[in-house]
């Protein structure tokens, strides 16, 4: 921390080379206070990683300890505080590009039993009033023109889907 210069002065605190994860681990509120400020948020075209001070260096096993403790014990009031920071914020097409290409070819988990349940449970605790809404919803939703020939693949998929239902069920009776 020599590298990191903090003046404490009349409950004011100025920043010189302080980072945010430097921050989080004090867990002050008035650190962390300021960097919710516009102010302190880090314009990442003007910074480059040399210029952290952490640059160079790796945390020891004892100091990654301490953080992770840090982070699995935090308040739900500074979660919160976090959650607000971000809410609203747009991102660039560039980053939902790269974001999209992170991504691809990545298969996500199967859900839980439990995830699946509390899935069915939802939707059939659906009130007869929101249904109503949706479907108001959709019924004023305007549907983009399909050209005949996007028409016709569609009858053809549906009716490839009937088929195939048609034949499982087969199967299984025959099965039965």
Same mark, same amino acid.
């Given at each position: 921390m020599s590298s990191t210069n903090i003046y404490l002065f009349q409950n004011q605190i100025q920043f010189d080379s302080f980072n945010r994860?430097?921050?989080?681990?004090?867990d002050l509120d008035y650190i962390q206070e300021q960097f919710i400020k516009e102010d302190y948020k880090m314009d990442a075209s003007s910074h480059s990683p040399e210029m952290s001070p952490m640059y160079g260096l790796k945390h020891s096993t004892e100091t990654k300890r301490k953080m992770s403790e840090a982070a699995k014990?935090?308040?739900?009031?500074?979660?919160? *505080? &976090?959650?607000?920071?971000h809410k609203g914020k747009t991102v660039s097409k560039e980053t939902c590009l790269k974001i999209s290409q992170s991504k691809l070819g990545k298969k996500r988990q199967p859900h839980s039993e439990e995830t699946k349940? *509390? &899935?069915?449970e939802a939707k059939a605790n659906i009130s007869i009033q929101t249904r109503k809404n949706i479907s108001e919803s959709a019924k004023n939703r305007k549907m983009p023109s399909m050209t005949e020939e996007h028409k016709r693949k569609i009858a053809e998929s549906v009716k490839r889907t009937k088929l195939k239902n048609k034949e499982i069920n087969m199967s299984n009776q025959i099965l039965r």
């Open positions: 994860s430097m921050a989080i681990a004090f014990n935090r308040s739900q009031d500074y979660k919160d *505080k &976090m959650s607000q920071l349940r *509390k &899935m069915r």
